[in-house]
């Protein structure tokens, strides 16, 4: 990672009541090609984080980060507090406004501890250097003989002690250290990076007190639902809302157009005094649709695309290591598997909500939002208003995984907020928030492997094709169709000499997204189940192959790809923890099975070992052990909770649901339909890290992609039968 | 029509809504009871869950003039503090992660401990299986129900106190 540009600066913050001075530093986390355009256009304020030390000595770090689970309020903070000598519950946490200069104050690609590492170590450092200088200064001693402990400046061996509070005014008159020059404590000094703190936004989860966004109430606010056309890309014809109208509580009934920029699908409005209201106003409307191009699409359909696709040679490729073609045709023993996979949602408990009110000379939202600035961007060009007149309040998110850095929600509740000049909150049903998602693509897979006498793979070629994300949300001049869909799989890590993989996007008009860990959902599953079968055909053990072909140290970067680097020692580092501590080897009795699977996403490596039990054509996940290595751990059981839940949501994929088209629309629409893994269906899972004292990079997405292909591989193990789609179906183990 | 008289977490509560209404929506948008949550509308996900004269039940499914004359626990009312055990081990065991799930949860746990003090594997299954928690906290959840079950048990008879003048 290169070192961020000195990006601080010096403010002072009057407080009427003291008129004390406070020290702020401003900073970024991702050094990102904006960093510069910010410093061309001289933005007045090109931050998205930070540290306000006040007069009294408390520090507050204002974030632009997104809580939903993940820990993000506590981890943050536990840098800053380690930097600055100070304990951690010192430092409050705020959500920073929501600043239209800056294009992403996002939240997902596991990359908030990633991003934020460096530059909040460096903040930390650069606030404790100023606040030594003070002392040393007011001492009229050297610097460099003072220290700063438990939020005090020491001097000397009869220790004067100054406590932050006292410096502050002080400090604030002093230059900003360059970023860059600060020093960092020895990573030996760490008291609070490392050790499992509290999280500080679970208490209010546990009394009912925490506002999600579905729980914002502002005076004179109106609910809303929109009635949808069922299939994608569909429009209003004609609608009577006489009835709607005449339900208690309806207050409008109203059409909002698509707004195709912002990915919605237009309907019609119905706003009442409750939700309730609004919903059985929804149910009495009649609305004739105009379908539109989509009406005839099926999974079906598109699965014949996929085929049709896969069978032509004009694959973009993607990879190309020596000659997997040639390699394959002379073959002492040829491999071929096709894998599938469906369309998923997201499915966060909380359903897509926002609450906006727009006003003559202003807005105000309150977003449960992964990506504020895009709904902020939303409203002001629905409102006709410069984004800074657009005040955004971040809630807490009830799940996000991806689906909440989309703003189509929140451009619903401008458009109806604009028009009735009411505060809005737009509210979207189960049924709403499963059949309008933006959906983790389909994808067909077809592989090939060849292998010579000793069972050593030779050649590997894997040809896919999806409903690629990129094309659904870039002009088709920019769009990069792979880009979201094949990674994971094109940076394969193994020593194959002949590896290629194509790549042909599908035409659909279902709506897709991010979903938690992407492509990489998909491309573990494949890649990680094929691998197995190549280790049962050469009769070599799974996880001794693994170790075979991970044997070299190497580095693989692979465009497009490009950001990452897969280290080959770290990733078998993982599969060694995972298959000592699940003990692999080890007989189980019959019916069950033991399978190994892992995969390098987001710049973390893990490796899992599912334990099976396969009875009547079901699966039962008893045990999953992962090993994880994302660098230095900074809070053990927070990154644990992360990989548990990687899991379990990868587990829901692999075994239980699946979002299918018919007619243009989505066939499933609420858990009944659609359904999740639940208690007595999760497994005993225990994580392990590899220590390691890299820079950290994040847990949230990467324990799922490894999840499935362990899992199916168990079953195989158990069943000799191979499950090539998910998720797993009765007649697939029979 | 005459409104409705709700007993919620002690007080009285006269709401003038559509009798049909699910119990869900009046304690959310008419009394500000945000607590309980609306995840799926069709009893499936648990997150609604309330007491009702102490058994866990539905908000979403449960039209509000069935319960007037019933005692209605929310989670705002499940203790005061946070001090009620389960709320005590879901810190401890740190189960949420959105959070969105957990009201529900935690109802239907204080219940379940109520019926059996000492649940088992298979009671835990039994009670936490009609509840979805996407974030996928299930491993946690159980622990913590196990621990609320040993915070709730009562503690061994307190060794009797020394003769007077001694205790310091």
Request: proline residues 7%; aromatic residues 6%; hydrophobic residues 40%.
């Given at each position: 990672m290169s070192a961020p540009k000195s990006r601080a600066r010096r403010d002072f913050l009057k407080s009427g009541a003291t008129g004390a001075a406070a020290l702020v530093i401003g900073f970024r986390f991702s050094d990102d090609a904006f960093a510069q355009e910010a410093q061309e256009k001289k933005l007045i304020n090109p931050f998205d984080a930070w540290v306000h030390i006040e007069a009294d000595g408390r520090v507050r770090l204002v974030l632009a980060k997104?809580?939903?689970?993940?820990?993000?309020t506590?981890?943050l903070p536990m840098i800053l507090a380690e930097e600055l000598a100070i304990d951690w519950?010192q430092v409050r946490v705020e959500q920073a406004p929501t600043n239209p200069n800056i294009y992403d104050h996002?939240?997902?690609?596991?990359?908030?501890?990633?991003t934020s590492w460096l530059p909040l170590r460096q903040a930390g450092a650069a606030a404790r250097e100023m606040l030594v200088q003070a002392a040393a200064s007011h001492w009229a001693v050297n610097a460099n003989t003072c220290r700063a402990e438990a939020g005090a400046v020491v001097h000397?061996?009869?220790?004067?002690r100054l406590p932050y509070s006292q410096l502050v005014a002080a400090a604030s008159k002093l230059p900003v250290p360059d970023f860059s020059k600060v020093t960092l404590l020895?990573?030996?000094?760490?008291?609070?990076?490392?050790?499992?703190?509290?999280?500080?936004?679970?208490?209010?989860?546990?009394?009912?007190?925490?506002?999600?966004?579905?729980?914002?109430?502002?005076?004179?606010?109106?609910?809303?639902?929109?009635?949808?056309?069922?299939?994608?890309?569909?429009?209003?014809?004609?609608?009577?809302?006489?009835?709607?109208?005449?339900?208690?509580?309806?207050?409008?009934?109203?059409?909002?157009?698509?707004?195709?920029?912002?990915?919605?699908?237009?309907?019609?409005?119905?706003?009442?005094?409750?939700?309730?209201?609004?919903?059985?106003?929804?149910?009495?409307?009649?609305?004739?649709?105009?379908?539109?191009?989509?009406?005839?699409?099926?999974?079906?359909?598109?699965?014949?695309?996929?085929?049709?696709?896969?069978?032509?040679?004009?694959?973009?490729?993607?990879?190309?290591?020596?000659?997997?073609?040639?390699?394959?045709?002379?073959?002492?023993?040829?491999?071929?598997?096709?894998?599938?996979?469906?369309?998923?949602?997201?499915?966060?408990?909380?359903?897509?909500?926002?609450?906006?009110?727009?006003?003559?000379?202003?807005?105000?939202?309150?977003?449960?939002?992964?990506?504020?600035q895009?709904?902020?961007?939303?409203?002001?060009?629905?409102?006709?208003?410069?984004g800074d007149?657009?005040v955004?309040?971040?809630?807490?998110?009830?799940?996000?995984?991806?689906?909440?850095?989309?703003?189509?929600?929140?451009?619903?509740?401008?458009?109806?907020?604009?028009?009735?000049?009411?505060?809005?909150?737009?509210?979207?049903?189960?049924?709403?928030?499963?059949?309008?998602?933006?959906?983790?693509?389909?994808?067909?897979?077809?592989?090939?492997?060849?292998?010579?006498?000793?069972?050593?793979?030779?050649?590997?070629?894997?040809?896919?094709?999806?409903?690629?994300?990129?094309?659904?949300?870039?002009?088709?001049?920019?769009?990069?169709?792979?880009?979201?869909?094949?990674?994971?799989?094109?940076?394969?890590?193994?020593?194959?000499?002949?590896?290629?993989?194509?790549?042909?996007?599908?035409?659909?008009?279902?709506?897709?997204?991010?979903?938690?860990?992407?492509?990489?959902?998909?491309?573990?599953?494949?890649?990680?189940?094929?691998?197995?079968?190549?280790?049962?055909?050469?009769?070599?053990?799974?996880?001794?192959?693994?170790?075979?072909?991970?044997?070299?140290?190497?580095?693989?970067?692979?465009?497009?790809?490009?950001?990452?680097?897969?280290?080959?020692?770290?990733?078998?580092?993982?599969?060694?923890?995972?298959?000592?501590?699940?003990?692999?080897?080890?007989?189980?009795?019959?019916?069950?099975?033991?399978?190994?699977?892992?995969?390098?996403?987001?710049?973390?490596?893990?490796?899992?070992?599912?334990?099976?039990?396969?009875?009547?054509?079901?699966?039962?996940?008893?045990?999953?052990?992962?090993?994880?290595?994302?660098?230095?751990?900074?809070?053990?059981?927070?990154?644990?909770?992360?990989?548990?839940?990687?899991?379990?949501?990868?587990?829901?994929?692999?075994?239980?649901?699946?979002?299918?088209?018919?007619?243009?629309?989505?066939?499933?629409?609420?858990?009944?339909?659609?359904?999740?893994?639940?208690?007595?269906?999760?497994?005993?899972?225990?994580?392990?890290?590899?220590?390691?004292?890299?820079?950290?990079?994040?847990?949230?997405?990467?324990?799922?992609?490894?999840?499935?292909?362990?899992?199916?591989?168990?079953?195989?193990?158990?069943?000799?039968?191979?499950?090539?789609?998910?998720?797993?179906?009765?007649?697939?183990?029979? | 029509?005459?409104?409705?008289?709700?007993?919620?977490?002690?007080?009285?509560?006269?709401?003038?809504?559509?009798?049909?209404?699910?119990?869900?929506?009046?304690?959310?948008?008419?009394?500000?009871?945000?607590?309980?949550?609306?995840?799926?509308?069709?009893?499936?996900?648990?997150?609604?869950?309330?007491?009702?004269?102490?058994?866990?039940?539905?908000?979403?499914?449960?039209?509000?003039?069935?319960?007037?004359?019933?005692?209605?626990?929310?989670?705002?009312?499940?203790?005061?503090?946070?001090?009620?055990?389960?709320?005590?081990?879901?810190?401890?065991?740190?189960?949420?992660?959105?959070?969105?799930?957990?009201?529900?949860?935690?109802?239907?746990?204080?219940?379940?401990?109520?019926?059996?003090?000492?649940?088992?594997?298979?009671?835990?299954?039994?009670?936490?299986?009609?509840?979805?928690?996407?974030?996928?906290?299930?491993?946690?959840?159980?622990?913590?129900?196990?621990?609320?079950?040993?915070?709730?048990?009562?503690?061994?008879?307190?060794?009797?106190?020394?003769?007077?003048?001694?205790?310091?």
């Open positions: 997104s809580e939903m689970g993940q820990g993000v506590t981890t519950k996002g939240t997902g690609g596991s990359a908030s501890v990633r000397g061996p009869r220790v004067k020895n990573p030996k000094e760490f008291k609070i990076v490392g050790t499992d703190i509290p999280r500080a936004d679970i208490p209010g989860k546990v009394d009912g007190s925490g506002v999600f966004g579905m729980d914002v109430r502002v005076p004179g606010m109106l609910y809303a639902v929109v009635a949808r056309c069922p299939v994608f890309g569909g429009k209003v014809k004609r609608f009577d809302a006489t009835k709607a109208k005449a339900v208690r509580g309806v207050r409008h009934v109203l059409e909002i157009p698509a707004l195709p920029e912002a990915h919605t699908a237009g309907g019609v409005a119905v706003v009442g005094d409750t939700t309730y209201a609004a919903m059985q106003g929804r149910d009495a409307l009649t609305i004739e649709w105009d379908e539109g191009a989509h009406a005839t699409e099926s999974s079906a359909t598109l699965r014949t695309q996929f085929e049709e696709l896969l069978a032509r040679t004009d694959g973009t490729v993607v990879r190309n290591d020596g000659d997997a073609r040639a390699a394959l045709q002379g073959a002492g023993q040829k491999i071929e598997a096709t894998y599938e996979v469906p369309f998923q949602n997201h499915s966060p408990m909380e359903p897509m909500n926002a609450t906006v009110h727009i006003r003559k000379d202003g807005a105000e939202a309150w977003l449960p939002s992964q990506g504020p895009w709904g902020q961007d939303a409203i002001a060009k629905i409102a006709g208003l410069p007149k657009v955004v309040h971040t809630t807490l998110l009830g799940g996000g995984f991806g689906r909440r850095y989309h703003a189509d929600f929140v451009a619903e509740a401008a458009q109806i907020s604009k028009a009735t000049g009411a505060p809005i909150k737009v509210v979207f049903t189960r049924e709403d928030d499963t059949q309008h998602g933006f959906y983790r693509p389909a994808s067909l897979h077809k592989l090939s492997g060849a292998l010579d006498a000793k069972g050593q793979p030779q050649a590997w070629l894997h040809l896919m094709s999806s409903v690629s994300i990129d094309q659904y949300w870039t002009p088709p001049d920019k769009a990069k169709p792979a880009s979201s869909e094949v990674g994971g799989a094109a940076n394969l890590g193994y020593a194959i000499p002949n590896l290629r993989m194509e790549y042909a996007p599908a035409k659909s008009g279902v709506p897709v997204m991010w979903w938690r860990s992407v492509e990489h959902s998909t491309n573990g599953f494949v890649t990680e189940c094929f691998l197995d079968e190549l280790a049962a055909a050469g009769k070599v053990d799974p996880l001794e192959l693994r170790l075979r072909l991970l044997a070299e140290p190497r580095k693989v970067r692979v465009p497009p790809d490009n950001e990452s680097t897969l280290d080959t020692s770290r990733l078998r580092a993982c599969v060694e923890l995972a298959a000592l501590k699940a003990g692999w080897g080890k007989p189980l009795p019959k019916g069950r099975g033991r399978g190994i699977a892992c995969h390098f996403s987001f710049d973390t490596y893990v490796a899992e070992v599912a334990e099976v039990t396969v009875s009547k054509g079901v699966v039962k996940v008893d045990r999953v052990v992962a090993a994880v290595d994302c660098g230095r751990v900074i809070n053990p059981n927070g990154a644990r909770a992360q990989i548990e839940g990687g899991i379990n949501f990868g587990l829901t994929a692999a075994l239980k649901s699946a979002i299918t088209i018919d007619k243009g629309r989505v066939e499933q629409s609420n858990f009944d339909n659609y359904e999740m893994l639940r208690i007595d269906e999760a497994p005993v899972i225990e994580v392990h890290f590899v220590p390691s004292e890299a820079t950290p990079t994040g847990t949230g997405e990467p324990g799922l992609p490894p999840c499935a292909a362990a899992v199916m591989n168990a079953v195989f193990a158990a069943t000799g039968k191979r499950v090539r789609r998910l998720p797993v179906r009765t007649e697939d183990l029979a | 029509m005459p409104p409705i008289t709700l007993n919620v977490n002690g007080k009285a509560h006269a709401v003038d809504v559509d009798p049909q209404t699910p119990l869900l929506w009046v304690l959310r948008d008419t009394l500000n009871m945000t607590g309980t949550k609306y995840g799926c509308g069709i009893a499936q996900c648990g997150a609604c869950t309330v007491h009702l004269d102490g058994e866990a039940t539905r908000a979403c499914a449960t039209a509000v003039e069935d319960v007037q004359g019933r005692k209605i626990t929310t989670i705002e009312g499940l203790s005061a503090d946070r001090s009620h055990p389960a709320q005590l081990a879901w810190i401890a065991e740190q189960v949420p992660q959105c959070g969105y799930c957990q009201s529900g949860m935690l109802m239907t746990t204080a219940e379940l401990l109520k019926r059996k003090p000492k649940p088992t594997d298979a009671d835990i299954d039994e009670a936490i299986s009609g509840h979805i928690c996407r974030c996928g906290t299930y491993p946690r959840l159980r622990k913590a129900i196990k621990t609320a079950a040993a915070m709730a048990a009562p503690r061994p008879a307190a060794p009797k106190p020394a003769a007077k003048g001694a205790a310091r």
